[in-house]
């Protein structure tokens, strides 16, 4: 316990502080127990082509399904990442996806699908990742083409040479890459057209902007407008309404993902989608 500074308030400090790091270590706690015993699942958001209204691919997400409770990662995530846990969590998302992407499409062939896969910062950082992902695809005979990485700005930002290096290196595995989030980190544009992204998934933010303000139309224009100078295709995160559908596709948005079209969903729900060929009824933009 600090005592040179003295009072009341630190003391308050102290003990609140205290409480955080406790429950922080319950937590972590709770999760390597949960690792151990298997209480994560997936569940896989649909992505939508604009166009066509085709499902194109899912969006794996992490659910934690403790005892009665489903914890969602805000919860867990970033305590996750500073204990390191999120790289046994990260891979076994990563097994797990292609695991399951694999059986749906032995069972429904389907032109197009891929998996999308949130890579941590701290899984991004490992001086092996490459190699670890080898492993994963070559384990569970996945076809990498039908797998997207998807990883932030900032994850790319700490140190940028490296970055380019490993991103060739796993789209040299034929694996597909997105930068997640894109607008809200510090994006630098002189290397955006290094990186070997094929996709930029515009933050949900701008989106949710797009009938509100002007400004937020303008910066879903840009990004678009970007990722055609740079030969990318663009995904348009929480799609919630009609009006956002019909304004990204004036804006020839490629794709979308959102609770218009789904939630995050079970894996089974997804096969049903592929089983009924299912195709999302769009209007043409207004
Ligand atoms: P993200 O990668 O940007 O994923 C999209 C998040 O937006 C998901 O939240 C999804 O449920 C939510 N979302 C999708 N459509 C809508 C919508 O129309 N409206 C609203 N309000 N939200 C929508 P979720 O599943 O809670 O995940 C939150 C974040 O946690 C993810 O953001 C990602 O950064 C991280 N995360 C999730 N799964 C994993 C994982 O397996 N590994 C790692 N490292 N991070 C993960
Ligand atoms: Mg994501
Ligand atoms: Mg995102
Ligand atoms: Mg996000």
């Given amino acids: 316990r600090a005592k040179s500074l003295g009072g009341k308030r630190s003391e308050f ?12 270590l319950l937590i972590e706690n709770d999760l390597r127990l949960g690792i151990l015993q298997q209480q994560f699942i997936l569940h896989y958001q649909p992505i939508v082509c604009l166009a066509s209204g085709q499902l194109v691919g899912v969006e794996a997400l992490i659910r934690w399904q403790k005892a009665e409770k489903l914890v969602f990662p805000n919860d867990f995530i970033p305590i996750a990442e500073e204990s390191g846990l999120i790289i046994s969590l990260d891979l076994w ?54 797998v997207r990485l998807e990883i932030t700005e900032s994850m790319t930002m700490q140190d940028t040479e490296r970055a380019i290096h490993v991103l060739k290196a796993l789209k040299t595995m034929g694996l597909n890459l997105s930068i ?50 740079l030969n990318m295709k663009v995904i348009a995160e929480g799609t919630e309404t009609l009006a956002h559908v019909q304004q990204l596709q ?27 060929q299912h195709t999302y009824h769009l209007i043409s933009p207004v």
Avoid at 13 to 24: C, E, G, K, P, V
Avoid at 99 to 115: D, F, G, I, Q
């Fill in 13 to 24: 400090f102290d003990q609140s502080m205290h409480t955080l790091a406790i429950n922080r």
């Fill in 93 to 146: 998302v990563m097994a797990e996806a292609c695991r399951t992407v694999k059986r749906w499409l032995a069972t429904h062939p389907v032109s197009t699908m891929t998996v999308s896969i949130n890579l941590s910062a701290r899984l991004f950082a490992l001086e092996n990742l490459a190699s670890h992902i080898q492993h994963i695809l070559a384990e569970t005979g996945i076809n990498p083409q039908l």
């Fill in 180 to 229: 997640d989030d894109f607008g809200t980190g510090y994006s630098s544009l002189s290397y955006l057209h290094r990186f070997p992204a094929d996709t930029l998934k515009i933050d949900r933010s701008f989106v949710l902007g797009l009938n509100e303000s002007h400004e937020s139309q303008q910066i879903v224009a840009s990004i678009i407008s970007l990722a055609r100078n």
């Fill in 250 to 276: 004036q804006l020839q948005c490629d794709f979308a993902q959102g609770y218009y079209f789904s939630k995050p969903v079970p894996a089974q729900a997804i096969e049903h989608l592929l089983s009924s």
